[in-house]
Antibody
Framework: EVQLVQSGAEVKKPGESLKISCKGS????????IGWVRQMPGKGLEWMGI????????RYSPSFQGQVTISADKSISTAYLQWSSLKASDTAMYYC????????????WGQGTLVTVSS | EIVMTQSPATLSVSPGERATLSCRAS??????LAWYQQKPGQAPRLLIY???TRATGIPARFSGSGSGTEFTLTISSLQSEDFAVYYC??????????FGGGTKVEIK
């Protein structure tokens, strides 16, 4: 069974750094792209970027380029999303998703990590 | 960027009735279109990919159609568990991948 398990909710202050994780199991972690999706409170879904853990090829949506860093550690089947300096506007639910066999759609999803940034 | 527009924003339907959701792309995405269902407090769930292929375990009452710029998700007979928000997503151009704004299907 394919599973993506994300790290727990975080409460941070503006300017702090943060790294959240997404651990894959039940499939070959290095053979599928993983993406990160933001959902701000009461809003829709936005793709932030994707990574291929096999070679760490990473692609960012223009809106998120330079704002976050996506990485992966294939030795522990885990993908990461990190911020160097959080803003209040980063408050959102963040989902990881394993992309499909036949295209860049979210086939399997993590449970989500709620990030709250508040002074 | 390919803009995905979903209509209507809210659809009020009685249980057992048919629901038809629309998704339009600002340029052709071929058949590279997926549909998701999201319930409150839950992660999105893949329903349809390739515009018309149901994901594993998705009931046959869900069907997708269309190609190019016009797509439709049809729920043939709404069950209580189908009341949720539905999103379309294009993956023809990955920079960036884009979702529509969503259609909320509510109980009439």
């Amino acid at each position: 069974e394919v599973q993506l398990v994300q790290s727990g909710a975080e409460v941070k202050k503006p300017g702090e750094s943060l790294k959240i994780s997404c651990k894959g199991s039940g499939y070959s972690f290095t053979s599928y792209w993983i993406g990160w999706v933001r959902q701000m409170p009461g809003k829709g879904l936005e793709w932030m970027g994707i990574i291929y853990p096999g070679d760490s090829d990473t692609r960012y949506s223009p809106s998120f380029q330079g704002q976050v860093t996506i990485s992966a550690d294939k030795s522990i089947s885990t993908a990461y999303l990190q911020w160097s300096s959080l803003k209040a506007s980063d408050t959102a639910m963040y989902y990881c998703a394993r992309l499909g066999n036949s295209g860049s759609y979210g086939h399997y999803w993590g449970q989500g990590t709620l990030v709250t940034v508040s002074s | 960027e390919i803009v995905m527009t979903q209509s209507p924003a809210t659809l009020s339907v009685s249980p057992g009735e048919r629901a038809t959701l629309s998704c339009r792309a600002s340029q052709s995405v071929s058949s590279n279109l997926a549909w998701y269902q999201q319930k409150p407090g839950q992660a999105p769930r893949l329903l349809i990919y390739g515009a018309s292929t149901r994901a594993t375990g998705i009931p046959a009452r869900f069907s997708g159609s269309g190609s190019g710029t016009e797509f439709t998700l049809t729920i043939s007979s709404l069950q209580s568990e189908d009341f949720a928000v539905y999103y379309c997503q294009q993956y023809n151009n990955w920079l960036p991948l884009t979702f529509g704004g969503g259609t909320k299907v509510e109980i009439k």
